[in-house]
């Protein structure tokens, strides 16, 4: 062989090792792309060009992985959106698997029940202690469409830190047949409830309450037109045994209108400035009479208040507190004892008490006395013309002047209530 053929071979041969190589070399680093793209890294576009079929791969690879990257991007943002909104609902969420592990609980179903992030993978009936969430969960998988339901979840700790609550549940089975799992969505429905409840004690309450006198009017009534109405020693009394119902009667619907205007969320009464002190004196005074009756010795001192501190409220609103407060002292007071209205200035606030003397209301009832109809003692309050609505509006109109109401009482003792409402400061004016 001829020294130029060998030549042309060893430049052949040498021009297919570094060919070869370069291939390698590109294969590897072409390998290393697809791991950091696995990776969620970023080492394209390859750097080492070559042709042929490793050429046209590494060029496929480089048009592909950005657009891979964007869409891996995408997906995870929509991920990251999903998470914060499961996340941020008031609603607990749980995802379970047709082996009734969590697969998701979202904050909202960790706080319901108490989840950690220890909770996903495990058995639900191994995380939530009850049955009717257990239910609820199969008959989600095993029921024919969605669940409907209502599950009453026990307090998880002892002295109630995380009270018993009412949820609505919504169940959904995931597609497939056998379901591929579910996702039961709990809703709180605990308020809800309260609400319900009390909208419906409160028609029960009010119907008897004025079924109550309206029964005494008629058999009064009937009385008379059967037999007493020409017999003098009866029939005055019974005139005024019906006048009294209908006095009550009337005071009935007056406080049931009063709350209703309260409730319904109107501002039916006009706030302006007004000088408190010679307002609660005027007051005080219309009681005078009802008192010295029932030989109470009323007093009032507002000297600490002065005379030219002003609360932005409706005179009728004030008026409505005091009458009720006042009252119920002068109501449930035995003869002899006192009646005792005083005010002071704390901080920002004009503060007047009603203490007296009275029966006092007992530690149980305490918490529940501004309650619509709540009376600590029912009999005893009828007795003496009550409606157990009187406190109830009270609160209201407190809480709409932006002031507090709080009581104070010792059974045999007697009772204070304290009302705290904002001082008005009138803008200076320019001289
Ligand atoms: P009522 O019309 O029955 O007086 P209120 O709403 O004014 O209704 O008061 C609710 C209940 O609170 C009363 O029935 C009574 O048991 C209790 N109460 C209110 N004020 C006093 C008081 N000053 N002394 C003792 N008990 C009171």
Redesign the pocket.
Known sequence: MQLAQIGVIVVLLLAWAAISWRGRRALDELGRGITALDEGRRTWPNRIRTGGAVGRLTALFDAVAPRLEARIERLEQERRQLRAVLSGMAEGVIAIDPRRRLVFANASADKFFGLDASAVGRLVAELVRSPQVQEAVEATLTGTGPYEGEINLPSREPGLRVPSRILAVHGTPLTGSPPQGAVLVFHDVTELRRLERMRQDFVANASHELKTPLASIKAYTETLLDWALHDENVNEKFLHRIEEQADRLNQLILDLLSLARLESGQDFYEHGPLALVPFIESCVESHRGRAEAKNLNLTVNLSPIGNDTLILADEEAIRQILD??I???I???PEGGTVRVRGQLLDNCVAFD?T?T????PRD?LPR??ERF?????A???E???????????KHLVLSLGGKISVD?RVGS??R?MVKLPQFQPPLQKS
């Open positions: 009720n407060l009252d119920n002292a109501k449930y007071t009603v007296d009275g029966i006092g209301i009832d006395i501004f709540y009376r600590a003692d029912k005893r309050s009828r003496l013309g009550g409606t157990g609505l009187g406190l109830s509006i009270v009482s007697g009772t209530f």
